[in-house]
C-alpha cells in the first residue's frame, strides 16, 4: 500500500492531520500460504481477534477523527462472518469502502450481501497467470477460483483493482499477467514488487529479481501502457532496493495512515510492531483519538525531530523523511537510522550485498534457506529464532 | 475528440469509479476513489457538485455566472472539465 495516492496535508512536526486512511486487519488467519506475505512472521503468537462492536467502535472513533478511507485487510477479511455488517457500517459512516482479499470466500451470495452493504470497491489479489505457478506461490488451488471471483466483481459493478506481487519467479511472465489483467476487464493493475518485510524479508533470496529482470518487465509494462492506455491504468513499482533514496514510506509516520491489527493494536504501519522499544496502544483500552495524537507509539518519528545523520543535516529530509523505520531496524540495527537503501546511509552496502546476490543465475544463487510458507507452524518456529 | 472540442451541449457526470463527498474534518469537498482521494479547491468544487448528470456545460456555466455575478466563465469551467474528463473523473453522455 505505499503507493497508494492519498492526498496529504503537508507533514508538520507538531500537529498531525487526520488519519486518513484506516486499514482494519480484521484477521490475521488466511487459506493461502504466500511466501511474500505482509503479516508480522510471528502472526501466530497474536491470534485473538476484535469482537464486531469493538470494530464498530473504532469505525465509528477514526470516521469521527476524519478517516475517509477504509481497507477491510487480513489475512483474508472474507473469513470473518461479520464482514457484511462491517462494510455496512463503515458505508453508513461516509467511508469509502476497499476490501482487500485473495477472493477466498467470495462467492456469489456474499459478493451480493457485500454490494447491499455497499462496499465501493474489491482489490483482488493473484499471485500469477499461470495456473501452475500461481499455485505454487500461494501453494494452493486457488487460481480458477480467482478468475471466478473476478467475474462476480464485474457482475456487481465495482471497479476493480488487480494486484499481483512481483518478484524473482514471476517477474518473467509479467506480460502474461498484464494480459490476463485486461482479459478480466481490471480497471487498474498494480504490478507492485515484494517489499522486504516479514515473509518476503524471510524468503529475499529467492524473490529479488536481477537488474535485467527489472529492466525488461518495466520495458514490456511500458509497452502495454501505451497500447492499453484507455482500458487499463498500470502501476509498477520497482523493489526500493534498486532505488538510491528510501520511499517516503506511508507517507509520513503517524501523518495518514492508522492499521489497526485483528488484536486491536493501533499501528502506523502494517509492520511497526516489530520495532524494539515502542509500545503500541491497544483499541481496547484507549480511544483512537487519544492513539493518533497523544501516544508514545505514534509520536515517535513523527515529523524530523528523532533524526540522527545524515538525514537530520540533509537537504532532502522532506522528501523522504528518512525512509522507513522497519527497514531501517531491519537493516542497520537502529529504527532512527537513515533507511539503508539511501545511498547516504553508511549501511548501504548491506542492500548492495542483496542485490550483488540477486545478479546471479538461479543456478548459483544458493539461498540460505528454502522457500518458507507462511502458515501457522513456521511462523511459530520462526517466532522462536 | 480533442481537449478544444468539447461539445458543451453535453452533459458531464462523475465517474462510476468515483464518489463526491463533503469532508467536514476537511472542510473541503474531497473525490474518493479505490484506496485514494483527490481533495478539491473551491472552484473546482463548484462545478463538480454541478455534474449530477442533468445539467449540460452549457447549464452549469450560466448557472455559476450567475452564482458568481460573472460573465466569461466558459474557458475556465471548459478547460477543467477537459482536465476532469482525461482525469476519468467525469463522463459526458
Known sequence: MDNAEVTSPDTADITPGPPLWLLAELTYRCPLHCAFCFNPVDYARHESELDTDSWIRVLQQARALGSVQCGFSGGEPMLRDDLEELVGEARSLGYYTNLLTSGVGLNEKRARALKDAGLDHVQLSFQDSTRELNDFLSNTKTWKLKNQVASLIKEHEWPMVLNCVIHRMNIDYIDKIIEMAIDLGAEHLELANAQYYSWARVNRDHLLPSKEQIVRAEEVTARYREKYAERIRIIFVVPDYYESRPKKCMNGWGNVFLTITPDGTALPCHTARMLPGLEFPSVADHSVESIWYESEGFNRYRGKGWMKEPCRSCSEQDDDLGGCRCQAFMLAGDPAAADPVCTKSPQRAVVDAALDKAQLPDAELAPSQPLVFRDPKASRQLSRD | ?93
Open chain 2, 1 to 93: 475528440m480533442s481537449d478544444s472540442e468539447i461539445d458543451t451541449a453535453s452533459i458531464p457526470v462523475i465517474a462510476p469509479l468515483f464518489r463526491l463527498q463533503f469532508e467536514k474534518v476537511q472542510d473541503s469537498w474531497v473525490l474518493l476513489y479505490p484506496e485514494g482521494m483527490v481533495k478539491l479547491n473551491p472552484s473546482a468544487s463548484e462545478i463538480l457538485t454541478r455534474c449530477d448528470g442533468r445539467q449540460s456545460i452549457d447549464d452549469i456555466v450560466t448557472e455559476l455566472e450567475s452564482a458568481c455575478q460573472q460573465t466569461g466563465l466558459a474557458a475556465d469551467v471548459i478547460d477543467f472539465l477537459s482536465d476532469a474528463l482525461k482525469q476519468q473523473w467525469i463522463t459526458l453522455k
